[in-house]
Structures are given as C-alpha cells and as structure tokens.
C-alpha cells in the first residue's frame, strides 16, 4: 500500500521498485504468506524470539512516481517504458508461484519458435516448443502491462509499504543492518533496517556511496527497440537474426485489432543508432527490411524510437552484512540472448525462499550465513548466463572470418546435435539453473 509517512524501522527495505526491485517485494509477500499460512496450519506455539512471517515488514523505496492513475504505470519510470521483454518459461512459471502469471498471461504473446538466422550466410537453428514438451517456449511481455501488474500487487498488499517518489540519500552500515535516509518532496526520514535490497538499476550512486565498484565491458554497441508492423502473421516465431551490424531480434507481440505486431531490439554502433533514431519511418523501414528479409512480408511501421547503450557490467561484490544486490545493479547484461529479466528473476526467487527459511528459524535476515546461502544458490547460474550472453554477443557481433566460421558451424552444428541443441534450448527457456 501507498505511504506518505514512512515507519522508523522496517525488516526489509528495497530500493527501487522498477523490475526487479517490485517483483521481488512482491515475492517475498508471498513466501511470507506461504510461510504464515503452514505455521497457523499446524498451530504451533509462538517462539517468543521469532517473528511470525507475517510481522516481517517490506518497504518499497521507488525514485519515480510510478501510477498516474490507479493501476497505471507512468510513461516516465524508466523500468516500464516502451521495451517488451521475452520472459523464458522458466520466468513464467517464477511468477505463475508468485500469483501474478493469471494477471499476466492475457497481455503476453507465446513464442512458440525461435529462429536463429545469421545474414548472408547458410546455418540457422530453430527452437520448437514441441521438442521440448511445453507450450511455449517462452513469452514477450510490454514492460508498462508487467509494471501495472506489479504495481497494482504493490498498491493493494497491506504487507509491502510503497513509498514513492523517494529516493535514497544517505546510506551507513550499523550493528543491525543499515541506516538510511530516505528524501521524499524536500523532506528527509531516518529508517533503519535488518537489510537492504538494492535493485536501483545499472548506475546506482548508492554503490558509489557504499565504493562497490562494477567490472564493466563496453560492448560499444547501442540497442534502438521499437513496435514494428508488418504484412503476415509472426506465428509466434521470435526471430534472432544476426547482421554485419550486430544482432537484430524481433520479438512476437499480441495483434492490435487487424494489426501484426512485434517488438524490435536493433543492435547497432551508436553512429549508425544516432543516424537511425533520426531517419523518417520509410527510409528506415526500406533499411530494417533489407537486413531481416521478408519472413514477415512487407514492413509497415516503425512506432516510437528509443535508444540504450549496451555493456556488461557485473558488482565486484553482491553482498555485504545487511545488504544484498539484484537486477542490473548486481549484473547489467546485452539484450541479444534475452536473459537479464530471466536471470534476475531466478535470483529474486532465490533470495525470497532464502529470506522465508531465515524468518522461519528465526534468524538475523541481514546476516551474512543468510546471504551466503541465497548466493550459494544463485552463484552458478550467474556465472553461466553471463557467459553465455557475453559468448553470444562477441560472437555474433564480429566480422572476422574465424567468428563468422564459427557461427556458420555453431548454428549448423546446434541444429544438428540434439544434446547441444538442448542445452541452447535450455539456457533460452531459462530452465538449466543450476547445473
Ligand atoms: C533494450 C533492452 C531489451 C531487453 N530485453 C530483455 C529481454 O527480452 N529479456 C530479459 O530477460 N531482459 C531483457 N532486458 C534486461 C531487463 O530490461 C533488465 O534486466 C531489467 O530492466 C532490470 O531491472 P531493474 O529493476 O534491475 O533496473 P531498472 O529497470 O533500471 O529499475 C531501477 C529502478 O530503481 C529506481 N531507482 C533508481 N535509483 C533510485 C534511488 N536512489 N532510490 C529509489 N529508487 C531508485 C528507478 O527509478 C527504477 O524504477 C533488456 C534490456 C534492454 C536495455
């Protein structure tokens, strides 16, 4: 529920409530209310140093102001603008367990095949939904409708306090956990808490704050995205393309009345996206229809331009004693192999389970036994998706004729051998977690 006036202490206080930050409180709700309902099941007799799960409270911290109007996300909170989002089967089941998948799935289009192409060049794989025994091998999401989703989730639990805009000025590690104060019009609250989730995205001042420093690869690449139209039907194929340019993936939406829809992610180097972010609809539509082919017939339309620059940026450290990071703050990853949402919702899963089992043996949440478990969990999975998106991108972003050899092969060789083809089937549909 929207606050105006913060408490002085909360159990959990996140910071951010873009993505990830909002989807995790939204977890935690819910494995707290897990945790409730069994212990009232079995009526056991209060420890008197426990908390019951449901005294453990959450405090959402969010920068922009994020409704406009009940159950709206705003044009102008940068996690719930204009990008869609491929969510990976594992993603949907994540929030099918967090309640918010019935919500959901009517504003989500199915990817029931994946095709990977490489331009100019012989070696494609595709990726069937039926092969791997699902229904779909993933879903592309608007970023706005998952932010109404989690937003009206916010807004409603009277567990989670939402207390927007607010941001963050001053944080200071404590014996129990840390001190923050929090400025919201011109005033300034002191709140103290066990911990501190910091989900405030790719370039976060409170890690500068706190000095955690970032390993950062730039890949010199910028990501122009956009709604396209065109003449066919996608047929619920996502398509991964890969140009001379960079990779090009266009991603199914639900149609709009008669009107074909998908989500276009254009890599390009930020000279060609300047030049491109300024070009009129037709000269641009003649460019993209060019490098993508006629899969989808004849382009129509390009909607509203928006430009990102693309690095890999990964914490030098994740946790500290009362704090823990999620989302881009923890790992920023290039769009082409979509698996950053994916990745970051494994982790919020991860740590709320994590949070549940300490709240269940009473223990300190900010400690670090509790935070090395979650990592523990998480740490392979991490390790391996960033590698695999990192893999991807160089590979298909290069010229060189020993990578475009490899890609020739890699896709020829991925198309052929079923044991490989399933692992990049898995590592796709977000289900190779944890070795
Ligand atoms: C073009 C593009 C396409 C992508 N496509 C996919 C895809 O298909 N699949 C996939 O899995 N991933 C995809 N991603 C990655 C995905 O978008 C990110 O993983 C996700 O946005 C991370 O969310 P976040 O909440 O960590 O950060 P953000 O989205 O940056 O949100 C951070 C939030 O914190 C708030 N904030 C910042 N500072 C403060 C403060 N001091 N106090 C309070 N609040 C603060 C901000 O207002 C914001 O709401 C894509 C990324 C890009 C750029």
């Known amino acids: 529920m929207r606050i105006q006036l913060p408490n002085k202490y909360y159990d959990v206080v996140v910071v951010g409530g873009g993505m990830v930050g909002a989807s995790f409180a939204c977890a935690l709700r819910r494995e707290l209310n897990k945790a409730t309902d069994k212990h009232r099941k079995k009526n056991k007799p209060n420890d008197e140093r426990k908390k019951d799960s449901a005294e453990i409270s959450i405090l959402v911290v969010e920068a922009v102001d994020q409704a406009n109007s009940p159950g709206q996300a705003s044009i102008t909170q940068p996690s719930f603008d204009a990008r869609s989002t491929a969510l990976s089967y594992g993603s949907s089941q994540i929030l099918e367990a967090m309640g918010l998948w019935q919500q959901l799935s009517d504003t989500t289009c199915p990817i029931k095949e994946i095709h990977v192409s490489d331009r100019g060049r012989i070696g494609t794989t595709r990726l069937h939904h039926e092969d791997h025994q699902v229904d779909a091998l993933g879903y592309v999401v608007e970023n706005r409708e998952l932010g109404v989703v989690l937003n009206t989730v916010m807004e409603s639990a009277t567990s989670i306090h939402l207390f927007c805009p ?11 956990g840390m001190d923050l104060v929090v400025k919201s019009d011109s005033l300034e609250h002191s709140i103290s808490t066990s911990l501190v989730v910091l989900a405030d995205g790719g370039r976060s001042p409170i890690c500068e704050q706190l000095s955690i420093e970032q390993q950062v690869q730039d890949y010199e690449q910028h990501a122009l995205i956009a709604n396209i139209g065109f003449e066919k039907m996608h047929r619920n194929i996502a398509f991964e393309r890969f ?51 006629n899969r989808l017939g004849k382009l129509l339309h390009i909607g509203e331009k928006f430009c990102y620059p693309l690095r890999l940026s990964v914490a030098r450290e994740q946790l500290r004693p009362g704090l823990v990071l999620l989302g881009n703050v923890a790992h920023t990853l290039h769009p082409v192999a979509g698996q950053g949402l994916n990745l970051a919702l494994r982790d919020v899963a991860a740590l709320a389970s994590t949070l549940r089992g300490a709240v269940a043996d009473g223990a300190d949440l900010g400690s670090m036994d509790v935070l090395q478990q979650y990592i523990c969990k998480q740490e392979f999975d991490q390790k391996r998706t960033i590698m695999f998106t990192d893999n991807i991108t160089r590979l298909f972003s290069s010229n060189s004729q020993g990578k475009i050899l490899a890609r020739k092969f890699g896709l020829i060789t991925i198309d052929l051998m079923p044991s490989i083809k399933q692992g990049f089937a898995e590592q796709a549909m977000g289900l190779s977690i944890n070795g």
Not at 166 to 176: L, Q
Not at 264 to 282: H, I
């Open 166 to 176: 607010a941001s963050i000025s001053a944080i200071k590690a404590t014996a129990a």
């Open 243 to 293: 140009t001379d340019t960079g990779p090009l993936a266009i991603l199914p939406l639900k149609s709009l009345g008669k009107q074909n829809r998908a989500s276009l992610v254009w890599t390009l180097t930020a000279q060609q996206s300047a030049e491109y972010m300024a070009m009129a609809e037709e000269e641009l539509l003649e460019i993209l229809q060019e490098r993508f082919g």
